[in-house]
């Protein structure tokens, strides 16, 4: 029996079509990309998958009433919105409508504490605030100063996991400067940044505050390096900001670096990924199209470990999954629903437009993706070099 001949397994997705939050469009090609693959090698379970999408408007009820809507209907499972706002909001009604919920979103409070439906793609926030310090350390900086979105809700909680970590590393944070997802004028913040003895900027903004600073930061001709985390990690905003992004250090999912990447299984997944996305949007995926693409992936794999689409047993599926994907190896259980290790962090360097591995991360990857291992296990975290001095 062909594949449209039987009933299809449907995937739900939030995702911001509308609205402020510009990832989501991004999260859902991706999603588009990796259910057409499973649809092209046979589907799941010798059935088809179509994807149910539903716009959350940016908003956090937009994101609760999308969820009720994909719960209501024949979803095995719902790829969650990128807008952490809005994602933490859905999460007490997981627990109500004991429907899988992978959320896109990157804030590491989404499964800290753990609840039995609620799982993520992205490298949670308190991943990269650690692997950003060990690369800061290791490039000799001992006082940072910090600048935070304080409307993000990522932001705000990466930032509070990075700031009880800095004394683990050596690190103070000499500055401390607060912006919102309006702020235009970066001037008063940047001008007292200059006055402090800081060493280099760690900004925690996303979107719009992202490519501000960015450029104010360029502009005041500051000599230090500016760091950021995932908010950055996205084409369009090197583009927004353009050519001053380069040297630029950036927190990225293995894929915006995959040509860097050594040889692994990984390296082989992320090339599955890349090459037809590129091909057809004429530009390598973001982190929101990458954590898109690979819920939809992670889902599969859950139905298709489960044997069955049966809500709960799906969801058992997932609390044990162990999953090579193009963001580096999940491995989830019970008391962790993110599944990635710190060296799954990606730290980029901006070149030429282009996210290229900083020597220090190639470093951590030749230990952590070992290639004589089909599953990429787990090597030496500490292994690598030293960070480079961006400018």
């Known amino acids: 029996m062909s594949l449209k001949a039987r009933r299809p397994i449907v995937f739900g997705q939030i995702a911001s079509l509308t609205g402020s939050n510009y990832m989501g469009l991004e999260n859902m090609v991706g999603a588009e990309l990796a259910v057409q693959q499973l649809n092209d090698s046979g589907g799941v379970l010798g059935r088809s998958v179509e994807l149910h999408v539903e716009d959350d408007g940016s908003l956090p009820q937009g994101a609760v009433d999308a969820y009720g809507r994909l719960a209501g209907q024949s979803t095995v499972a719902v790829i969650g919105t990128s807008f952490s706002n809005a994602s933490l909001a859905v999460l007490p009604y997981t627990d109500e409508r004991q429907l899988l919920y992978v959320s896109t979103g990157a804030a590491h409070t989404q499964v800290d504490p753990v609840r039995a439906y609620a799982f993520m793609t992205p490298p949670p926030g308190h991943l990269v605030a650690e692997q950003l310090l060990r690369f800061l350390r290791g490039g000799g900086i001992t006082e940072i100063a910090v600048v935070i979105d304080s409307d993000s809700a990522f932001n705000r909680d990466a930032w509070t996991a990075q700031k009880n970590m800095l004394g683990r590393h050596g690190i103070s944070a000499a500055a401390i400067e607060y912006v919102n997802v309006d702020t235009e004028d970066f001037g008063p913040a940047l001008r007292r940044i200059a006055e402090s003895p800081a060493q280099a900027l760690m900004a925690w903004v996303t979107g719009p505050p992202a490519t501000g600073l960015a450029r104010a930061f360029r502009a005041a001709g500051h000599n230090m390096p500016m760091v950021m985390g995932l908010g950055a990690a996205s084409p369009g905003f090197v583009d927004s900001v353009g050519p001053v992004a380069d040297g630029m250090i950036v927190a990225t999912s293995l894929v915006s670096v995959g040509s860097d990447v050594p040889e692994s299984a990984t390296r082989l997944a992320i090339q599955a990924l890349t090459a037809p996305f590129e091909q057809r949007h004429g530009a390598l995926p973001s982190q929101f199209a990458v954590d898109g693409y690979i819920a939809a992936k992670l889902i599969a794999a859950a139905v298709e ?38 060296d799954d962090v990606a730290v980029a360097v901006i070149r030429d437009g282009r996210f290229r591995l900083t020597p220090w991360s190639a470093g951590k990857l030749r230990e952590h993706l070992r290639p004589t291992s089909p599953l990429g296990a787990l090597g030496n975290p500490m292994a690598g070099g ?5 400018h």
Do not use: I, K, Q, W
């Open 305 to 342: 470990a489960a044997g069955t689409e049966e809500r709960d047993a799906v969801r058992d599926a997932m609390e044990t999954l162990t999953c090579v994907t193009a963001a580096g190896r999940y491995a989830f259980s019970p008391n962790n629903h993110s599944g990635l290790d710190v």
């Open 386 to 390: 030293r960070a480079p001095t961006a």
